[in-house]
């Protein structure tokens, strides 16, 4: 079983706490997208990037600076979006991280796909830019079906924990012999499920911690989860789809672990 998730926008560097283990298994592909980067000037990256000037001069001197084989961060550790709060790896036990780290994989659109324990470097490229290289129209065209074949070369069930920008780089190539398994975190309202993005991002992270606590390695036993004052709804499921309902009025936390 894998569990997919995806990255986060705003990264941080910590070279202390934890040594990070191994290089990016597509990293030779990340240089030729790095090769792309740093052949563009600062309009063409802002532009990409889609921010503002106080973000592209931050990615831009990251871009013209990068070192991809030193100085380098656990992914697990680098990622600081709301997901990634909650999961709180940070406080993890020795056998949690190695739960992560057999089972988790990170879906990145200038990566590829991370192991928690492999070595990153903070970067800007979401898997929706239209970064032409090497004939690709865009990233998506860019990676193709590699990441998706890597993932079900290892495991025949995923958990897709991912957002759908991210998910599609896997399910548009999904076997027949690949479970995929997609967990649907919502509210009930007039007989629709409503997903609220940053309740989402909460949850996923609250999934994983779930997930890496209990060891759990069948699909079955997700349908426990109970945190942020969600239910697993069998009325909702199915077997590609596990959807849990936040119960009304539920506020939950509004602080991520610490």
């Known amino acids: 079983m894998r569990i997919i998730l995806s990255p986060a926008k705003k990264m941080n560097v910590d070279t202390d706490s934890l040594d990070w283990q191994d290089l990016p298994a597509f990293l030779d592909r990340t240089e030729q997208l790095l090769d792309s980067l740093k ?15 106080q973000l592209a001069e931050l990615n831009v001197q990251r871009v013209r ?26 406080v993890f036990t ?27 470097t903070p970067y800007r490229l979401e898997m ?15 990676w193709g079906d590699s ?41 009930e309202k007039d007989g629709r499920i409503l997903e609220k ?23 079955v036993e997700i349908q426990s989860f109970d945190r942020q004052h969600f239910h697993f709804c069998p009325e909702r499921s199915d077997e590609s789809t596990y959807v849990f309902l936040r119960e009304s009025g539920g506020a939950g936390a509004n602080k991520g672990r610490k």
């Open 39 to 53: 052949g563009m000037s600062y309009e063409e990256l802002k532009k990409l990037w889609k921010c503002n000037d």
């Open 65 to 90: 600076n990068m070192d991809l084989r030193r100085h380098l961060t656990p992914a697990i550790l680098s990622y600081e979006g709301i997901q990634y709060q909650y999961m709180a790896p940070g």
């Open 94 to 120: 020795t056998w949690e991280f190695s739960y992560i780290q057999e089972h988790l994989r990170i879906l990145s659109g200038f990566y590829g796909l991370l192991r928690p324990f492999d070595g990153v």
């Open 128 to 142: 929706q830019a239209r970064l032409s290289v090497n004939g690709a129209r865009d990233v998506y065209a860019f």
């Open 147 to 187: 990441l998706a074949a890597q993932l079900f070369s290892e495991t025949n069930c995923i958990i897709n924990l991912a957002s759908r920008e991210y998910s599609v780089c896997v399910s548009r190539y999904l076997p027949p012999s690949v479970r995929f398994i997609t967990c649907v975190f919502g509210e």
């Open 197 to 219: 993005a940053t309740m989402c991002k909460m949850a996923r992270g609250e999934m994983v911690r779930f997930m890496a606590e209990r060891g759990i390695t069948d699909p």
